[in-house]
């Protein structure tokens, strides 16, 4: 291992893996820069804030956690300075208040997410979409996992029957052959950050969304520290063509709903 790989998760220098290469801060620095430029030409496309209580009626999660390789912020073990807010139990408190049927998860990992999901939403069944190390592409990824590594927790957890576990890369993802007739109530946006990812797995999911859909963005956040600037952009591209994509306020997300209107969206 190298030095600059044994020191990288104590500084929080970068986390993120281009296939068995770290992708060098310099490169994530000039990118980032030019993501910047882009939205700021962009202004008035920046996402617009709503709170949890503004969205489902309430402002918390109930229910204790699987916490088995949990690794979304406040619990990311991969880069300690990412905890200074909390991811999970926003997404939980989503999900629980509005008990989805139909959930589709780009971006597996582990697991975690998917056990707690099916934990909370009882009637829910997920697809959950993750490639393996040797087909994923693009630059800003978590993890490079085997088939055996993907989905873990979930299966460890008994819910192997109430999950579909799809192995594909994103780019190459046909909903339509996965879901038959079921429409998506929450679809959680989680895999690749590139922002050309990002605005593919949005486009791969839309059409598949039911009336009270809901889809969720994470790594989203208007600072664009760190990683954070290519699902960012992504969004501001997505509202320069129309789609009314939101900051889920003191988190990590954002937030698209077909009718912002029908807020609360609690069932």
């Known amino acids: 291992m190298s030095l600059y790989k044994a020191i990288k998760r104590p500084f929080g220098l970068t986390y993120y893996y281009v296939k068995d290469e770290v992708l060098p801060v310099w490169r994530q620095a000039l990118l980032r820069a030019d993501a910047r430029r882009e939205v700021n030409r962009s202004s008035r496309h920046r996402l617009t804030g709503v ?13 204790e956690l699987i916490m088995d390789q949990m690794c979304m912020p406040p619990h990311a ?56 190390a040797e087909d994923m592409t693009g630059s800003i990824t978590t993890f490079e996992l085997t088939k055996q590594s993907i989905g873990w927790v979930y299966r460890e957890h008994g819910y192997a029957p109430r999950v579909t576990q799809i192995f594909e890369n994103t780019l190459e ?18 895999a690749c950050h590139d922002t050309e990812f990002v605005m593919n797995d949005f486009a791969k999911l839309r059409p598949w969304m039911s009336e009270r859909g809901v889809i969720v963005f994470h790594d989203t956040h208007p600072s664009m ?27 990590w997300w954002g937030v698209w709903t077909k009718n912002w209107d029908a807020l609360p969206l609690a069932r």
């Open 173 to 190: 993802l046909e909903m339509g052959a996965h879901l038959g007739d079921a429409r998506i109530d929450l679809g959680i946006i989680d």
């Open 225 to 251: 520290r760190k990683h954070l600037f290519g699902s960012y952009r992504a969004c501001v591209r997505l509202r320069e063509q129309g789609y009314d994509i939101r900051h889920l306020r003191e988190t």
């Open 77 to 132: 073990f991969q880069d300690a300075t990412m905890n200074d807010h909390d991811d999970i139990r926003p997404l939980l408190a989503i999900a629980q208040a509005m008990q989805p049927r139909t959930i589709v998860e780009l971006g597996t990992a582990h697991g975690s997410t998917v056990a707690n999901l099916c934990k909370f939403c009882p009637e829910a069944h997920v697809w959950t979409v993750n490639a393996p």
């Open 51 to 63: 709170t949890l209580a503004e969205l489902i009626g309430v402002r918390t999660f109930s229910g």
